[in-house]
């Protein structure tokens, strides 16, 4: 129950965007050119009906995940500059990424990975190069009207604050681990929590599916990290995306279906 919303947004009836013969799950957030076996992970996704949506996060990674949507055209993928990336480029490097983003814009679904990141560096030189990093790609964003994905670890409420400046609303916040009130304001202005499958045992998660109504939720795996069932070594596949659907139809008391068909209906929203 969202019981803390105004009432004009708690009246979330839409009709479903999605024919009633196509169900399908997505992944929205996961790192396919960092995973072992792609090809065995892209025909276990097609067999059961799993969208992957792969994000960049440097030069390199940007244009492996390109060569990916060439040789699998069912995926959907996005580009961008991971925040600690950035700090390694020059000025004239990160502006050279953004044309080459911009020039593939008919291949990708949105922005990302990007973000800001306190947890591995915390200096004020840092932060004032990622914030203008980032900056640019929510402007780049805008400036194609397609998602951006974000990173926001250690730098929850720094990372909403400087977002706030933009006036954006295709705006996913990827495993987000601020507190309660952060997620609050993440989905009064308008924008969407992504929830890992890690949601199975994870108490934060959970409680952030508890909170935010399913018109702003979205699954991922950030495969291959964070496995679902913590087993060290592990590798994570999109194939998990499935245990974030499960908690979230668990948890909010709703038929798996219904689930999927609103996640399905929030995508459709924000491509
Ligand atoms: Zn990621």
């Given amino acids: 129950m969202v019981d803390w919303l105004p009432p004009e947004q708690q009246m979330g009836v839409r009709f479903s965007l999605v024919p009633f013969f196509k169900m399908k799950s ?20 097609r067999e059961k009906d799993i969208v992957i949506v792969t994000c960049g996060t440097d030069i390199e990674s940007n244009r492996e995940t390109l060569e990916l949507k060439h040789e699998y055209p069912e995926i959907e993928i996005c580009l961008g500059i991971y925040p600690l990336e950035c700090l390694e480029m020059s000025d004239e490097d990160i502006e050279k990424e953004i044309k080459f983003i911009r020039e593939n814009e008919d291949k990708i679904l949105g922005i990302g990975e990007v973000g800001l990141d306190l947890h591995t560096v ?16 929510v402007e780049l964003a805008k400036e194609l009207e397609k998602p951006i994905f974000i990173h926001s670890r250690d730098a929850e409420k720094e990372t ?22 952060l997620v609050r304001q993440i989905v009064q202005n308008g924008w969407s929590l992504s929830i890992p499958s890690s949601v199975k045992y994870n108490e934060h998660f959970q409680k952030v599916v508890e909170i935010t109504p399913i018109e702003n939720l979205f699954c991922e795996t950030d495969a291959p990290f964070l496995h679902p069932d913590k087993i060290q070594g ?22 798996l279906k ?12 924000i491509k």
């Fill in 258 to 269: 219904k689930v999927e068909n609103e996640i399905w209906d929030n995508f459709e929203i």
């Fill in 122 to 137: 915390n200096d004020l030189k840092s932060l004032e190069k990622q914030k203008k990093v980032l900056g640019k790609f």
């Fill in 234 to 255: 592990m590798k994570n596949t999109s194939v998990s995306v499935l245990e974030s659907y499960k908690k979230i139809a668990e948890i909010k008391n709703l038929d």
């Fill in 160 to 181: 909403i604050e400087f977002l706030e400046g933009f006036d954006y609303k295709k705006i996913v916040m990827h495993c987000f681990s601020g507190g309660m009130n």
């Fill in 26 to 45: 997505i992944d929205i957030h996961s790192h396919l050119d960092s995973c072992p076996d792609i090809p065995e992970i892209v025909r276990e996704c």
